[in-house]
């Protein structure tokens, strides 16, 4: 039992997104910056170019 509880508490179960979304969400991986719904090439927050 206690090698279960380790387990969860350090693998948490994934969530669906706030608002419903299937999509998962997406995040620059300098920032930290939530990307969801964004389409530009950059990171609008740090400007890090993103890869589709």
């Keep these: 039992m206690l090698l279960i509880a380790i387990y969860a508490r350090r693998y948490p179960m994934r969530v669906p997104p706030e608002d419903g979304s299937p999509w998962p969400r997406r995040y620059c991986g300098q920032c ?4 969801h719904g964004i389409e530009a090439a950059e990171c609008p927050e740090c400007g890090r170019r993103l890869v589709a």
């Design 32 to 35: 930290g910056y939530n990307l």
